[in-house]
C-alpha cells in the first residue's frame, strides 16, 4: 500500500526588517494554525509585521516541497485603531485581535460576492459587496460608536458575553417562575 505525502506544517512570523521567526513545526494543520492565532492576539506589544504558515512536503526532493497556506499582514483596525488587525491572504478575511475590539471581516461562505463584517464588542454586523466596502463599514462602525460617547469605555468581550449570559438566565427564570406560578394554581 502506497502511503501519500506527508507534511508538516510551521507557523512563520516577520519583523521589519526580514527576520523570521518559526513559531513551530507541526504534524497537524490546525495546531500551527492555533499557535500562529495565539501569537497573533499577544502580538500587540511586538514588531512582528507579517506571518505565514508553510506546509513542507517530507521527503521531498526539489523546490517545491513547500507552499505557503496562509500569509497575514498587519494593520490599523479601523474600529479600534490599535496595530492589532491581521488581514489574512489577499484580503480574504481579517480580525482584530485586540481584546476590547474583535473586529473582523470574511467573504460569507454561502454567496461569494457578499463580505460580512462585525464588530462583537458593540454586537453590531453588516453586509457589503466588496473587501473594501466592509473594510468601510467598519470604519463607520468606529464613527457611529464616537458619536454615541460609546468609545471612552467598551467592555471587554469576556464582560459583554457575560452580561448576555445574565441577561438569558434572567430571562429563563422568569419562564421557569411563570411556569412554576401556574402550576401552583391549578
Request: with cysteine; charged share 30%.
Amino acid at each position: 500500500m502506497e502511503e501519500g505525502h506527508k507534511q508538516v506544517f510551521v507557523p512563520i512570523v516577520t519583523t521589519p526588517g526580514g527576520k523570521e521567526t518559526i513559531l513551530g513545526v507541526f504534524s497537524k494543520e490546525e495546531d500551527s494554525w492555533d499557535v500562529m492565532r495565539a501569537f497573533l492576539s499577544r502580538a500587540a506589544g511586538t514588531d512582528i509585521v507579517s506571518g505565514n504558515i508553510t506546509a513542507w512536503e517530507i521527503d521531498f526532493v526539489g523546490e517545491e516541497g513547500q507552499f505557503v497556506l496562509s500569509s497575514f499582514d498587519r494593520n490599523h483596525c479601523p474600529v479600534c485603531d490599535e496595530r492589532t488587525f491581521w488581514v489574512e491572504g489577499d484580503e480574504e478575511k481579517a480580525r482584530c485581535y485586540y481584546p476590547r475590539c474583535g473586529a473582523w471581516i470574511e467573504q460569507n461562505p454561502y454567496d461569494s460576492e457578499r463580505w460580512d463584517c462585525g464588530w462583537p464588542a458593540a454586537n453590531w454586523d453588516k453586509r457589503a459587496d466588496s473587501y473594501k466596502q466592509a473594510f468601510q463599514r467598519l470604519i463607520e462602525m468606529r464613527a457611529q460608536s464616537k458619536s454615541a460617547g460609546n468609545q471612552i469605555r467598551m467592555p471587554s468581550r469576556e464582560a459583554w458575553l457575560g452580561e448576555r449570559d445574565r441577561e438569558r438566565r434572567s430571562i429563563q427564570k422568569m419562564k421557569v417562575d411563570s411556569v412554576l406560578d401556574e402550576m401552583t394554581e391549578d
